[in-house]
């Protein structure tokens, strides 16, 4: 597993960007797995094609339940990463069920066609929305989703210009790349045009220069109105997580607020993309709920299959139906029962067993926990989040605010030694999302591991 032509000035380009599967410590790490792992490891790195941040893989997996997952070795970590597909925890058995009920039933749905699981997803996604959402279109991931949500937007206002985020994930297509604003993904490729980005509202590291949320002119919505005003013509849709996701990046209660009116004085829609974030995440049901803004265009996916199926999809306003002359996803499984099955049967355990206040619950906890942390650890510099999407980030000067990218690639490492595995975002974000159905405990026992790390990677800084 070469680092073959990756040099040092390329890792070091794209290191911001996550834990690189092409880092030195990733080689290391490698280096200290059992026999059996490193065989299957090797023949995955043989055939797969290679990308950063996932492929060489990390480790071999052979169970993943409820908050946890267990390698070939047979160690369990607690999950904390879980690409947010586990929101009703891994190999929920009321999904299973689910999905085995329904294949034993109607198992393919071809276009042209509905099937009754594939009506009842879509009433029940019009009921949970927010604000009047009220008509939905499934596709089988959250990029082709968005990409939906896109050509929707473009076919409505009868424009084709973007406003979204730097430093966003919005999918790994052309289209959700273009939008995007990850270096790691644009690089070397022909993107669409007309995708204007700003910078997103961060108010621990503005951009503007305002040093606390008390002293801000509120200089990222100015920015927004100030592109509007000379963009709106062309702009279709600003698209945005109303809570950024992989940075638990809580913007202020007003930002939302003072975008929406922008958005509708210019006729432009707003597109919130909940993939990450949706279905309890936050402590409410949808993250934009925090906000008091509904979208006109609300995007769903990753853990909308439970964790095991994939299925995305877009929920727009009625007013929207306007594009029956075009096909908009045209997907082949836009409307399978067994995955509609799925979805179904998720939300239903995010309902009956109230894990979208059990994430508000244990999120308040882990926030408190945190700040305590911070107060005990020189290298954090900032805790953030809402319900169970939270970020720990770590700096080599509480002050300068510089980025902790040696130590934030150790402490990751340290954590997974020990058990955790979690998300290493911008190269020292420890981003932190646990399954909703986590306990106390549990969410001590993380803690735990990550405060043992933060000790042990002072120390030998």
């Given at each position: 597993?070469?680092?073959?032509?990756?040099?040092?000035?390329?890792?070091?380009?794209?290191?911001?960007?996550?834990?690189?599967?092409?880092?030195?410590?990733?080689?290391?790490?490698?280096?200290?797995?059992?026999?059996?792992?490193?065989?299957?490891?090797?023949?995955?790195?043989?055939?797969?094609?290679?990308?950063?941040?996932?492929?060489?893989?990390?480790?071999?997996?052979?169970?993943?339940?409820?908050?946890?997952?267990?390698?070939?070795?047979?160690?369990?970590?607690?999950d904390f990463h879980g690409n947010c597909v586990h929101n009703v925890g891994f190999s929920n058995?009321?999904?299973?069920?689910a999905i085995k009920t329904q294949l034993d039933k109607l198992t393919f749905c071809p276009r042209?066609?509905?099937?009754?699981?594939?009506?009842?997803?879509?009433?029940?996604?019009?009921?949970?929305?927010?604000?009047?959402?009220?008509?939905?279109?499934?596709?089988?991931?959250?990029?082709?989703?968005?990409?939906?949500?896109?050509?929707?937007?473009?076919?409505?206002?009868?424009?084709?210009?973007?406003?979204s985020w730097w430093d966003s994930f919005h999918g790994a297509t052309f289209a959700t790349i273009?939008?995007?604003?990850?270096?790691?993904?644009?690089?070397?490729?022909?993107?669409?045009?007309?995708?204007?980005?700003?910078?997103?509202?961060?108010?621990?590291?503005?951009?503007?220069?305002?040093?606390?949320?008390?002293?801000?002119?509120?200089?990222?919505?100015?920015?927004?109105?100030?592109?509007?005003?000379?963009?709106?013509?062309?702009?279709?849709?600003?698209?945005?997580?109303?809570?950024?996701?992989?940075?638990?990046?809580?913007?202020?209660?007003?930002?939302?607020?003072?975008?929406?009116?922008?958005?509708?004085?210019?006729?432009?829609?707003?597109?919130?993309?909940?993939?990450?974030?949706?279905?309890?995440?936050?402590?409410?049901?949808?993250?934009?709920?925090?906000?008091?803004?509904?979208?006109?265009?609300?995007?769903?996916?990753?853990?909308?299959?439970?964790?095991?199926?994939?299925?995305?999809?877009?929920?727009?306003?009625?007013?929207?139906?306007?594009?029956?002359?075009?096909?908009?996803?045209?997907?082949?499984?836009?409307?399978?029962?067994?995955?509609?099955?799925?979805?179904?049967?998720?939300?239903?355990?995010?309902?009956?067993?109230?894990?979208?206040?059990?994430?508000?619950?244990?999120?308040?906890?882990?926030?408190?926990?945190?700040?305590?942390?911070?107060?005990?650890?020189?290298?954090?510099?900032?805790?953030?989040?809402?319900?169970?999407?939270?970020?720990?980030?770590?700096?080599?000067?509480?002050?300068?605010?510089?980025?902790?990218?040696?130590?934030?690639?150790?402490?990751?490492?340290?954590?997974?030694?020990?058990?955790?595995?979690?998300?290493?975002?911008?190269?020292?974000?420890?981003?932190?999302?646990?399954?909703?159905?986590?306990?106390?405990?549990?969410?001590?026992?993380?803690?735990?591991?990550?405060?043992?790390?933060?000790?042990?990677?002072?120390?030998?800084?």
């Amino acid at each position: 597993m070469s680092l073959g032509r990756f040099n040092k000035k390329i890792l070091e380009k794209f290191k911001a960007e996550g834990d690189l599967s092409i880092s030195k410590r990733r080689q290391e790490w490698w280096g200290k797995l059992p026999e059996e792992a490193k065989k299957l490891l090797d023949e995955d790195n043989k055939y797969y094609l290679h990308q950063s941040l996932s492929t060489p893989c990390l480790n071999v997996l052979i169970e993943c339940k409820d908050v946890y997952v267990k390698d070939i070795s047979g160690k369990r970590y607690l999950d904390f990463h879980g690409n947010c597909v586990h929101n009703v925890g891994f190999s929920n058995p009321k999904v299973i069920q689910a999905i085995k009920t329904q294949l034993d039933k109607l198992t393919f749905c071809p276009r042209r066609y509905t099937n009754e699981i594939a009506v009842k997803l879509a009433k029940k996604l019009a009921e949970i929305t927010p604000g009047n959402l009220s008509r939905c279109l499934l596709s089988p991931g959250g990029a082709e989703a968005v990409e939906m949500a896109l050509k929707l937007a473009m076919g409505y206002t009868k424009r084709f210009k973007t406003l979204s985020w730097w430093d966003s994930f919005h999918g790994a297509t052309f289209a959700t790349i273009s939008i995007g604003g990850e270096a790691i993904f644009r690089g070397e490729l022909s993107l669409l045009p007309g995708t204007i980005h700003v910078h997103p509202p961060d108010c621990y590291r503005c951009p503007y220069g305002h040093e606390s949320q008390e002293k801000c002119n509120f200089a990222c919505v100015e920015v927004v109105k100030s592109v509007v005003e000379k963009e709106g013509g062309d702009l279709c849709a600003m698209i945005a997580e109303p809570i950024r996701g992989a940075h638990a990046i809580v913007p202020p209660l007003n930002y939302w607020r003072e975008v929406k009116k922008t958005c509708e004085e210019y006729g432009i829609l707003l597109i919130f993309d909940e993939i990450l974030i949706g279905l309890g995440r936050t402590g409410k049901m949808f993250a934009c709920e925090h906000f008091d803004a509904a979208p006109d265009i609300l995007v769903l996916g990753k853990s909308l299959g439970g964790g095991i199926l994939p299925i995305a999809g877009i929920v727009a306003k009625d007013e929207l139906n306007v594009m029956g002359h075009r096909a908009l996803g045209h997907f082949t499984h836009e409307k399978n029962p067994v995955l509609c099955a799925a979805a179904l049967a998720t939300i239903e355990v995010l309902e009956e067993e109230h894990l979208v206040e059990n994430a508000a619950k244990i999120g308040d906890y882990a926030l408190k926990r945190m700040n305590e942390m911070k107060n005990a650890h020189p290298l954090i510099g900032d805790v953030r989040g809402k319900g169970l999407l939270l970020a720990i980030e770590l700096v080599k000067d509480r002050k300068k605010k510089t980025r902790a990218l040696e130590e934030g690639e150790a402490v990751m490492y340290k954590c997974l030694e020990k058990g955790l595995n979690l998300k290493l975002t911008m190269g020292n974000i420890l981003a932190l999302t646990p399954a909703l159905t986590i306990t106390r405990e549990q969410m001590d026992e993380a803690l735990n591991i990550i405060d043992e790390a933060l000790n042990e990677v002072e120390k030998a800084y």
